[in-house]
T-cell receptor, first 116, second 114 residues
Framework: GAVVSQHPSWVICKSGTSVKIECRSLDFQATTMFWYRQFPKQSLMLMATSNEGSKATYEQGVEKDKFLINHASLTLSTLTVTSAHPEDSSFYIC????????????FGPGTRLTVL | GNSVTQMEGPVTLSEEAFLTINCTYTATGYPSLFWYVQYPGEGLQLLLKATKADDKGSNKGFEATYRKETTSFHLEKGSVQVSDSAVYFCVVSAGGTSYGKLTFGQGTILTVHP
C-alpha cells in the first residue's frame, strides 16, 4: 500500500509552452503533497507544499506564477510549468503525506521534463 | 533553516564489504532523521528513520544512530550486496510550524561489484 504515481514519466516540450504534471496517491488520501526538483547529481530541492482545498505554500526563490500548483482532491495534485524555458528542464518529484502511516511521505517515481 | 551534509560519492565497493556513509546535519528543535534510497529507475523509498536522540533505525541490514551530541546520522551496513547499488539520501524532517518539510543531503551514489 501507499503508492504514489506521477504522469507523465517524461515529457519534451518547446520553449514557451506549458506542461502539466500530475501526482496521485493511488490507495490513500493525502491532504498534503510536496513538489521537489532534482538537478543532475544534486539533491532534491523542495519547491512547494500543496494542501488540499487551499493555496500552495512556496519555498523562497520559487516563482509561484511560474510553477502553478493545484490540489483539488485528496488524491491529486498537479504542477503546471508555465511558459517553460530550457532552464526549467529538470526531474520533478512529488510526495504525499500519509496520516495513516505516521505521516510518512511516499514518493512518486518522478517526471523528467526537457524543454527545447 | 535545516541543512544536511553527506559524504560525497560515488562510493564503489566489492560485495560483502563494510559500508559507511557519513551524514551530519544542522537543525533547530527536535528533528526526525531519515535515510531514503533511490534504486535505478524507481522512486525514493524510506530505508530507515530515527525520531529522537540515541534511537537506532534499522532495515535490510542497514543501521543508523541518531547522535544529537555530534549531530550525525551515519549509515552503516556490515556486508553489502550488488542489489544495494543505489543513491542514498540523508534527510532531516522539520518540526514545529514547518512540520513534515524534508531537507535532503546531496545524495551518495553507491555501486557494489560482484
Amino acid at each position: 500500500g501507499a503508492v504514489v504515481s506521477q504522469h507523465p514519466s517524461w515529457v519534451i516540450c518547446k520553449s514557451g509552452t506549458s506542461v502539466k504534471i500530475e501526482c496521485r496517491s493511488l490507495d490513500f488520501q493525502a491532504t498534503t503533497m510536496f513538489w521537489y526538483r532534482q538537478f543532475p547529481k544534486q539533491s532534491l530541492m523542495l519547491m512547494a507544499t500543496s494542501n488540499e482545498g487551499s493555496k500552495a505554500t512556496y519555498e523562497q526563490g520559487v516563482e509561484k506564477d511560474k510553477f502553478l500548483i493545484n490540489h483539488a482532491s485528496l488524491t491529486l495534485s498537479t504542477l503546471t510549468v508555465t511558459s517553460a524555458h530550457p532552464e526549467d528542464s529538470s526531474f520533478y518529484i512529488c510526495s504525499a503525506r500519509y496520516s495513516g502511516r505516521n505521516n510518512e511521505q511516499f514518493f512518486g517515481p518522478g517526471t523528467r521534463l526537457t524543454v527545447l | 533553516g535545516n541543512s544536511v551534509t553527506q559524504m560525497e560519492g560515488p562510493v564503489t565497493l566489492s560485495e560483502e564489504a563494510f559500508l559507511t556513509i557519513n551524514c551530519t546535519y544542522t537543525a533547530t528543535g527536535y528533528p526526525s532523521l531519515f535515510w531514503y534510497v533511490q534504486y535505478p529507475g524507481e522512486g525514493l523509498q524510506l530505508l530507515l528513520k530515527a525520531t529522537k536522540a540515541d534511537d537506532k533505525g534499522s532495515n535490510k541490514g542497514f543501521e543508523a544512530t541518531y547522535r544529537k551530541e555530534t549531530t550525525s546520522f551515519h549509515l552503516e551496513k556490515g556486508s553489502v550486496q550488488v542489489s544495494d547499488s543505489a543513491v542514498y539520501f540523508c534527510v532531516v524532517s522539520a518540526g514545529g510550524t514547518s512540520y513534515g518539510k524534508l531537507t535532503f543531503g546531496q545524495g551518495t551514489i553507491l555501486t557494489v561489484h560482484p
